[in-house]
């Protein structure tokens, strides 16, 4: 449970979340928690054990200087560690996604990343985040923007309800009675149909009956116009 300093109040597992909701004030945790984001932003999973690794690494780096070893002498022992790391894993490939457009490939490769954040569900969701993802993925690049897919809540359902909608997702009901169109001819306005109303008021002396039906049809005039 992390309180922000908006008073926001988030119940989550996810480590990424946590520091980012976190004020942090330390130099060290400060550039802990950025490679914590790094991570988030990389590879969208694994952001606990970068922290976790980053503070042991730092726990043992203070026995060391209490040993009496400069802390330039610890880092080279680090980087040194760091190429021998990269080059053990890169021998430690079990398995790697050919075509990223393949649906069954690409469920295979997000699935334990899905799993660590909800357990249990990760076959339903991997097969529709991977549908969302082919849909959003650019013909070209192998780079993929999350910003592409977006969820919307609605309101009553369970989350077996959910499903992949490729298009625009409209929450709010219909304004007629018409609920359902085929072959239906759409209209898209960028302006709000309601009259423009003046800052100042004005006062109307109407002396006959006349003058009332005029006035309404001289802005029923301008209305229409405007449509």
């Known amino acids: 449970m992390v309180i922000n300093h908006l008073e926001k109040l988030f119940v989550t597992s996810d480590a990424a979340t946590i520091i980012k909701e976190t004020d942090v004030h330390h130099p060290a945790a400060k550039m802990i928690a950025q490679a914590a984001k790094m991570q988030e932003d990389e590879a969208g999973d694994a952001t606990n054990l970068v922290i976790s ?14 040993m009496g070893l400069h802390p330039s002498e610890i880092l080279i022992g680090y980087e ?13 490939t079990c398995w790697q996604a050919e075509h ?16 660590a954040k909800q357990f249990g569900l990760e076959d339903f969701l991997s097969s529709l985040i991977a549908d969302a993802c082919i849909h959003a993925m650019p013909k070209s690049a192998n780079r993929f923007n999350v910003d592409n897919v977006r969820v919307q809540k609605i309101l009553g359902g369970g989350i077996y309800d959910s499903e992949v909608v490729h298009g625009i997702v409209v929450v709010r009901g219909s304004e007629t009675s018409i609920r359902s169109v085929t072959d239906a001819k759409v209209a898209v306005f960028n302006t709000n149909f309601e009259m423009q109303q003046g800052e100042t008021k004005g006062t109307v002396l109407l002396k ?4 009332l039906l005029n006035y309404s049809k001289g802005e029923e005039d301008v209305f229409e116009k405007f449509i």
């Open 53 to 66: 690794l980053a503070g042991e690494l730092l726990t043992q780096a203070e026995a060391l200087i209490k």
């Open 80 to 92: 040194k560690g760091s190429k021998k790391a990269m080059e053990i894993l890169e021998g430690l």
């Open 100 to 115: 990223l457009r393949n649906k069954a490939q690409l469920v295979k490769s997000i699935n334990t990343c899905i799993a």
């Open 208 to 211: 006959n009956a006349e003058d």
